[in-house]
């Protein structure tokens, strides 16, 4: 099984500035990673796929990056709306398909 | 757009079998797989199984003993069955779909909360 370890697992951000995000696989998965979003008491939202794909109707402001077994998630000027936790996702090497723990975003 | 809605219920027992169902709303079961996720305090998101409209299967080794995951097209709905439930099964189970087997998840249910407790 691939493990997923994201750090850090809290981040603290002011409003406008801007975030990094990590994700490390335990072996490469080449670019087949996708990243989360999710807010309190809802699913999970598809931001990006193929490691740096945006999904339909994410905005320009997250990009992702990296391949193998290192990948970075960016949020350029974080929103009110982006304050929220992030998840990467494994799809190359399966089953099971797994997700790392997560990091959380939160206002400075 | 599809939307995803699903049901089942919320309060087991130990040693009893949860049942879930996902309704499949704008849009065919055809061309995609179909998947369920599980996300609880202690494990985080944790993948379960996915099945496609023609009943091919994958299942999480982990859980592949207890679950059973089935597809009604003619009900454009599918569904998971976790047998043998304990409290380590209490988690937010969300309904999914993906557009290949093994893949990434483009579009999720409401997640509904499944707690076991005696």
């Known amino acids: 099984e691939v493990v997923m370890t994201q750090s850090p697992a809290t981040l603290s951000v002011s409003p406008g500035e801007g975030a990094t995000l990590s994700c490390r696989a335990s072996?490469?998965?080449?670019?087949?990673l996708a990243w989360y979003q999710q807010k309190p008491g809802q699913a999970p939202r598809l931001l990006i796929y193929?490691?740096?794909t945006r999904a339909t109707g994410i905005p320009a402001r997250f990009s992702g990056s990296g391949s193998g077994t290192e990948f970075t998630l960016t949020i350029s000027s974080l929103q009110s709306e982006d304050f929220a936790t992030y998840y990467c996702?494994?799809?190359?090497?399966?089953?099971?398909?797994?997700f790392g723990g997560g990091t959380k975003v939160d206002i400075k | 757009q599809v939307q995803l809605q699903q049901w089942g219920a919320g309060l087991l027992k130990p040693s009893e079998t949860l049942s879930l169902s996902c309704g499949v709303f704008?849009?065919?079961?055809?061309?995609?797989?179909w998947t369920w996720v599980r996300q609880s305090p202690g494990k985080g998101l944790e993948w379960i199984a996915e099945?496609?409209?023609?009943?091919?299967?994958n299942y999480n080794p982990s859980l592949k003993s207890r679950v059973t995951i089935s597809i009604d097209t003619a009900k454009n709905q599918f569904s998971l069955k976790l047998s043998s439930v304990t409290a380590a099964d209490t988690a937010v189970y969300y309904c999914?779909?993906?557009?290949?087997?093994?893949?990434?998840?483009?579009?999720w249910g409401q997640g509904t909360l499944v707690t076991v407790s005696s």
């Open positions: 999914a779909r993906s557009g290949s087997g093994g893949y990434y998840c483009d579009s």
């Open positions: 099945i496609n409209h023609v009943g091919n299967t």
């Open positions: 996702q494994q799809y190359n090497n399966w089953p099971p398909l797994t």
């Open positions: 704008g849009g065919s079961l055809s061309g995609n797989y």
């Open positions: 072996q490469s998965v080449n670019s087949d």
């Open positions: 193929g490691a740096s």
